[in-house]
């Protein structure tokens, strides 16, 4: 299986900061990377599909890139409503998950 | 706007077997080029694929869960559902499915699950 290493495992944010989460595979992926955001009881939410693509309805303060083995998730502004936990999503093979980033508040 | 939802029993004997269903509204199962997963979190830790089918039928599994695994599809009720054999301790978490879906983007064909259940906590214990 490819593994999928998130960082950091959480962090500290202010409303208003720029917040990046690095995802990095275990063998090369191309740019099948997908981020979701997750919040306690709630569906998880696809924000960003292919490395870089943000998904319909989705504001643009998120934003991804990254190909081959090393990925970023950016929230250029944080929102109060951004607090939640990230995570990372390799297609290239048998689906694997990232450990997961909780953005937690300052 | 298509909705899933998870449901079956919160409670599991140990050696047992683990069934639960996901209802699919706002949609059509066999609709669309889309695979139907199911994805499970124990408590505290990360996300973990089970498996996935397509109305048509074609199935495939995590090989280190493939063993004890059976999903099925009932277009007719447009649900899918899960089996999960021989439970342990190990199996207690919360059981999300979720609809994949295939596409191209700038000649990587790439697969996203874009929508989600929001997920059932099943408990292994006597």
């Known amino acids: 299986d490819i593994q999928m290493t998130q960082s950091p495992s959480s962090l500290s944010a202010s409303v208003g900061d720029r917040v990046t989460i690095t995802c990095r595979a275990s063998?090369?992926?191309?740019?099948?990377l997908n981020w979701y955001q997750h919040k306690p009881g709630r569906a998880p939410k696809l924000l960003i599909y292919?490395?870089?693509n943000l998904q319909s309805g989705v504001p643009s303060r998120f934003s991804g890139s990254g190909s081959g083995t090393d990925f970023t998730l950016t929230i250029s502004s944080l929102q109060p409503e951004d607090f939640a936990t990230y995570y990372c999503?390799?297609?290239?093979?048998?689906?694997?998950f990232g450990g997961g980033t909780k953005v937690e508040i300052k | 706007q298509v909705q899933l939802q998870e449901s079956g029993p919160g409670l599991v004997k140990p050696s047992q077997t683990l069934s639960l269903t996901c209802t699919v509204s706002?949609?059509?199962?066999?609709?669309?080029?889309?695979?139907w997963s199911w994805i499970r979190q124990p408590a505290g830790k990360g996300l973990e694929w089970i498996g996935r089918?397509?109305?048509?039928?074609?199935?495939n599994y995590n090989p280190s869960l493939e063993s004890r695994v059976t999903i099925s599809v009932d277009t007719s009720k447009n649900h899918l559902s899960l089996d999960l054999r021989s439970v342990t301790a190990a199996d207690t978490a919360v059981y999300y499915c979720?609809?994949?879906?295939?596409?191209?983007?700038?000649?990587?064909?790439?697969?996203?699950?874009?929508?989600w259940g929001q997920g059932t906590l099943v408990t292994v214990s006597s």
């Open positions: 979720a609809r994949e879906l295939y596409s191209m983007v700038r000649g990587v064909v790439n697969s996203q699950f874009d929508s």
């Open positions: 706002g949609g059509s199962i066999s609709g669309g080029s889309y695979f």
């Open positions: 089918i397509d109305a048509s039928g074609i199935i």
């Open positions: 063998q090369t992926i191309s740019k099948n």
């Open positions: 292919a490395a870089s």
């Open positions: 999503q390799q297609s290239f093979s048998t689906i694997t």
